[in-house]
């Protein structure tokens, strides 16, 4: 019997005396769970490092295999072998990086510390290896004669080469693997710092009388959180979103505001957990892999191989949103000031005013109470409200495996069918705050999806992660609306993993450009609070009846209030990440004077800040993910906005739209070039007048605009 490996043949035996198998790490064998879920109740600590190793070695021994093969070099035995090379190490490596993003300790940063830098160097070895390269060049010479799937592939791919160094000579070759290791040890300091940092600030409440004005459920997750720290009788605020945008939304107490706004823009600046430091080293080992690869600054270099194709696009696009957002800030802020001074205040609204006057004009002007909707919005009620949408949208249902093995005990798992009753896919929820659990919310696989050599799918399994308030002792994990609208755009992530059809691994799920992975997370968000749909999934935690019309009405009346201040805070912080990836540093600057200067030249109100500061910005400083790439945030939401007034024509949950969607979007995966699957789905360019229009701030003398997207094809 022999097992295919990357399109070559390898005994069973030598199999087994590469990977150990006969060992008792569970990851090195077959996992022998139902649809392959990892094992997790059978992982350790010490399992780690030995299968990492194992599988770089069996991935070098797959890339010999290929290198060394007689055959003339062609798709298959080269393109489509590589791709299918290192499949167990990808499979550890995921699961290692999930369980230590959601389940952090001191044993998974000191296996960290050996294996990042492991992967790094073995991923950078095989990017760099000349005479794989000469095989991949060879196929992309004549990739003409390919389909049009396999020569996008192979286009992709030979980028992929170049842009990681395959065209250095010898001595640009070690000098980038040296900078990439450096980057991959200052991307974990980082995070370390940004974790530490968050479990290290707290607020200790002695007197109730301060929390006047936060819901009862907040007040009972800090007295909850008090409790687990050992202080009965007391209440314990933390950075952590469920309890840092509570006080800044209802505190009464100006001070406790102040105290919890200062504490989160400095998150990171100063101290042991310093990471300004960290982020001058960044951008000085990011100047130099620029300047080895040939790039006049890393943000070209970032932007180069997605739908911007520059940073002159991605800043064009930003600014036409930029000005019009900056505009109605000053209404909001006007609003909030004449609201202010009527009740007797003589101070000028300061940013960690902001959330809390918003929130009085929000029920000054629309009668709209965020804590009472939040009774509308438990969170398992909001999880059933996507599988909803996703079954009448493209007919696939959620069933939960209670006995399925998960990383820790709050995971729920389930088994996704179409609607013939075919597996489609594992998804996976992970929805609460813990302090081992980076913050933030997001999407990933701990197993892809391919066409094997057979013609079979190999379905995945995707999983979302949240930060959400734990239940209390009196009530259910209540969302807020912002909170609703994240679990909708993370399980549209998700969606466009788990119905992924694309055959070649590369070019599934959410293996597109990075200005285009957030249309399908960010179009779902529409659904959220369309009046059809709250019908079906807004049900009040205690009664169990659905949201009433009247406040349904309210809710779409609110819709479009504070975009100044959400749209300011968004596009500053892209604008941001952009002028970082502008600079070319030798020597260290000053990290937070340059942000001053970046806020004064663009005109920043006193009153917003940016949605992050550079400390905390770990989407641009934690790795290289969404560095210089923040933007496509709203540079897809033009798209999302535009592909969503199709659905409002037709009908939100009309079958043919549905499909078409289903079709070029969430099931082509990377196959195509993306603005050629949206003009299919759309009928034609995205523009930005959409989104424009959805945010509330498109005035009367843009209405007949045709604001279209820079760069767009």
Same mark, same amino acid.
């Given at each position: 019997?022999?097992?295919?490996?990357?399109?070559?043949?390898?005994?069973?035996?030598?199999?087994?005396?590469?990977?150990?198998?006969?060992?008792?790490?569970?990851?090195?064998?077959?996992?022998?769970?139902?649809?392959?879920?990892?094992?997790?109740?059978?992982?350790?600590?010490?399992?780690?490092?030995?299968?990492?190793?194992?599988?770089?070695?069996?991935?070098?021994?797959?890339?010999?295999?290929?290198?060394?093969?007689?055959?003339?070099?062609?798709?298959?035995?080269?393109?489509?072998?590589?791709?299918?090379?290192?499949?167990?190490?990808?499979?550890?490596?995921? @699961?290692?990086? *999930?369980?230590?993003?959601?389940?952090?300790?001191?044993?998974?940063?000191?296996?960290?510390?050996?294996?990042?830098?492991?992967?790094?160097?073995?991923?950078?070895?095989?990017?760099?290896?000349?005479?794989?390269?000469?095989?991949?060049?060879?196929?992309?010479?004549?990739?003409?004669?390919?389909? /049009?799937?396999?020569?996008?592939?192979?286009?992709?791919?030979?980028?992929?080469?170049?842009?990681?160094?395959?065209?250095?000579?010898?001595?640009?070759?070690?000098?980038?693997?040296?900078?990439?290791?450096?980057?991959?040890?200052?991307?974990?300091?980082?995070?370390?710092?940004?974790l530490n940092a968050t479990n290290d600030f707290i607020i200790i409440i002695d007197d109730k009388s301060r929390?006047?004005?936060?819901?009862?459920?907040?007040?009972?997750?800090?007295?909850?959180?008090?409790?687990?720290?050992?202080?009965?009788?007391?209440?314990?605020?933390?950075?952590?979103?469920?309890?840092?945008?509570?006080?800044?939304?209802?505190?009464?107490?100006?001070?406790?505001?102040?105290?919890?706004?200062?504490?989160? @823009?400095?998150?990171?600046?100063?101290?042991?957990?310093?990471?300004?430091?960290?982020?001058?080293?960044?951008?000085?080992?990011?100047?130099?892999?620029?300047?080895?690869?040939?790039?006049?600054?890393?943000?070209?270099?970032?932007?180069?191989?997605?739908?911007?194709?520059?940073?002159?696009?991605?800043?064009?696009?930003?600014?036409? @949103?930029?000005?019009?957002?900056?505009?109605?800030?000053?209404?909001?802020?006007?609003?909030?000031?004449?609201?202010?001074?009527?009740?007797?205040?003589?101070?000028?609204?300061? /940013?960690?005013?902001?959330?809390?006057?918003?929130?009085?004009?929000?029920?000054?002007?629309?009668?709209?109470?965020?804590?009472?909707?939040?009774?509308?919005?438990?969170?398992?009620?909001?999880?059933?409200?996507?599988?909803?949408?996703?079954?009448?949208?493209?007919?696939?249902?959620?069933?939960?495996?209670?006995?399925? /093995?998960?990383?820790?005990?709050?995971?729920?798992?389930?088994?996704?069918?179409?609607?013939?009753?075919?597996?489609?896919?594992?998804?996976?929820?992970?929805?609460?705050?813990?302090?081992?659990?980076?913050?933030?919310?997001?999407?990933?696989?701990?197993?892809?999806?391919?066409?094997?050599?057979?013609?079979?799918?190999?379905?995945?399994?995707?999983?979302?992660?949240?930060?959400?308030?734990?239940?209390?002792?009196?009530? /259910?994990?209540?969302?807020?609306?912002?909170?609703?609208?994240?679990?909708?755009?993370?399980?549209?992530?998700?969606?466009?993993?788990?119905?992924?059809?694309?055959k070649l691994r590369s070019q599934a799920g959410t293996n597109v450009d990075r200005d285009f992975v957030e249309?399908?997370?960010?179009?779902?968000?529409?659904?959220?609070?369309?009046?059809?749909?709250?019908?079906?999934?807004?049900?009040?935690?205690?009664?169990?009846?659905?949201?009433?019309?009247?406040?349904?009405?309210?809710?779409?009346?609110?819709?479009?209030?504070?975009?100044?201040?959400?749209?300011?805070?968004?596009?500053?912080?892209?604008?941001?990440?952009?002028?970082?990836?502008?600079?070319?540093?030798?020597?260290?600057?000053?990290?937070?004077?340059?942000?001053?200067?970046?806020?004064?030249?663009?005109?920043?109100?006193?009153?917003?800040?940016?949605?992050?500061?550079?400390?905390?910005?770990?989407?641009?400083?934690?790795?290289?993910?969404?560095?210089?790439?923040?933007?496509?945030?709203?540079?897809?939401?033009?798209?999302?906005?535009?592909?969503?007034?199709?659905?409002?024509?037709?009908?939100?949950?009309?079958?043919?739209?549905?499909?078409?969607?289903?079709?070029?979007?969430?099931?082509?995966?990377? *196959?195509?070039?993306?603005?050629?699957?949206?003009?299919?789905?759309?009928?034609?360019?995205?523009?930005?007048?959409?989104?424009?229009?959805?945010?509330?701030?498109?005035?009367?003398?843009?209405?007949?605009?045709?604001?279209?997207?820079?760069?767009?094809?």
């Amino acid at each position: 019997m022999t097992i295919a490996v990357a399109g070559m043949l390898i005994g069973v035996a030598e199999k087994n005396e590469i990977m150990g198998q006969t060992n008792d790490n569970p990851l090195l064998k077959e996992y022998g769970t139902q649809f392959n879920i990892p094992p997790f109740e059978r992982i350790k600590y010490d399992d780690y490092v030995p299968a990492i190793k194992k599988g770089i070695e069996l991935r070098k021994k797959e890339i010999e295999e290929i290198i060394n093969c007689n055959e003339t070099p062609n798709f298959d035995n080269t393109v489509l072998a590589l791709e299918k090379s290192g499949d167990r190490l990808g499979r550890v490596m995921a @699961i290692f990086s *999930s369980l230590d993003e959601t389940n952090s300790s001191p044993e998974m940063d000191a296996i960290g510390e050996i294996v990042y830098p492991l992967y790094s160097q073995s991923s950078d070895e095989i990017m760099m290896n000349p005479k794989l390269f000469e095989r991949v060049v060879a196929v992309y010479n004549n990739r003409e004669i390919l389909d /049009p799937q396999k020569k996008r592939a192979v286009e992709e791919l030979y980028q992929e080469f170049v842009r990681n160094g395959a065209k250095l000579n010898d001595a640009e070759k070690k000098q980038l693997m040296e900078v990439n290791s450096k980057l991959t040890d200052l991307y974990l300091q980082y995070n370390k710092n940004l974790l530490n940092a968050t479990n290290d600030f707290i607020i200790i409440i002695d007197d109730k009388s301060r929390l006047s004005g936060l819901p009862a459920g907040s007040i009972a997750v800090a007295a909850d959180e008090a409790k687990q720290r050992g202080l009965d009788g007391k209440w314990v605020l933390t950075l952590h979103a469920p309890s840092r945008l509570p006080v800044l939304q209802y505190a009464d107490d100006r001070d406790l505001r102040q105290q919890m706004y200062e504490g989160y @823009i400095n998150l990171a600046s100063s101290g042991k957990y310093n990471n300004q430091p960290v982020i001058n080293e960044i951008l000085k080992a990011r100047t130099q892999k620029a300047k080895i690869l040939g790039y006049p600054d890393y943000a070209s270099y970032m932007t180069e191989n997605v739908m911007a194709k520059n940073v002159r696009n991605a800043e064009g696009l930003l600014m036409q @949103i930029w000005k019009p957002a900056v505009e109605k800030v000053k209404e909001e802020v006007a609003v909030m000031q004449a609201l202010s001074d009527r009740e007797g205040n003589t101070f000028k609204i300061a /940013p960690w005013d902001y959330y809390y006057y918003a929130e009085k004009v929000r029920k000054d002007k629309y009668a709209l109470d965020e804590d009472e909707v939040r009774q509308y919005f438990a969170t398992d009620s909001v999880r059933n409200g996507i599988f909803k949408m996703a079954e009448k949208l493209y007919g696939v249902t959620f069933t939960e495996l209670t006995d399925a /093995p998960k990383y820790y005990d709050e995971v729920k798992v389930y088994e996704v069918k179409d609607s013939e009753g075919n597996h489609v896919a594992i998804f996976m929820t992970d929805y609460y705050q813990r302090s081992s659990k980076r913050q933030g919310a997001w999407m990933s696989e701990f197993q892809g999806a391919f066409e094997d050599e057979d013609g079979k799918f190999q379905r995945p399994i995707v999983y979302n992660v949240g930060n959400f308030s734990k239940p209390s002792s009196d009530s /259910p994990s209540l969302l807020t609306l912002d909170e609703v609208e994240t679990m909708f755009h993370e399980f549209g992530h998700g969606l466009h993993g788990m119905l992924t059809r694309a055959k070649l691994r590369s070019q599934a799920g959410t293996n597109v450009d990075r200005d285009f992975v957030e249309l399908p997370s960010q179009i779902h968000e529409h659904w959220a609070f369309q009046p059809e749909m709250l019908k079906m999934y807004a049900h009040h935690y205690k009664t169990g009846e659905a949201m009433p019309d009247s406040l349904i009405n309210r809710l779409i009346a609110a819709s479009k209030h504070n975009q100044g201040f959400m749209t300011t805070e968004l596009a500053g912080a892209a604008l941001l990440d952009l002028k970082w990836g502008q600079l070319n540093v030798e020597d260290d600057i000053d990290v937070m004077g340059f942000e001053k200067q970046v806020a004064e030249d663009l005109g920043m109100p006193s009153e917003v800040q940016f949605r992050y500061r550079s400390p905390y910005f770990r989407h641009i400083f934690g790795s290289d993910g969404y560095a210089s790439g923040y933007y496509t945030y709203l540079w897809a939401q033009v798209l999302d906005c535009d592909g969503f007034e199709l659905f409002e024509e037709k009908g939100i949950f009309d079958p043919e739209t549905a499909a078409s969607f289903k079709k070029n979007v969430l099931e082509a995966g990377g *196959s195509e070039d993306p603005m050629t699957l949206y003009k299919r789905f759309r009928g034609h360019e995205p523009q930005v007048e959409a989104l424009l229009r959805f945010r509330g701030l498109l005035k009367e003398d843009q209405k007949d605009s045709r604001l279209n997207i820079p760069g767009g094809k």
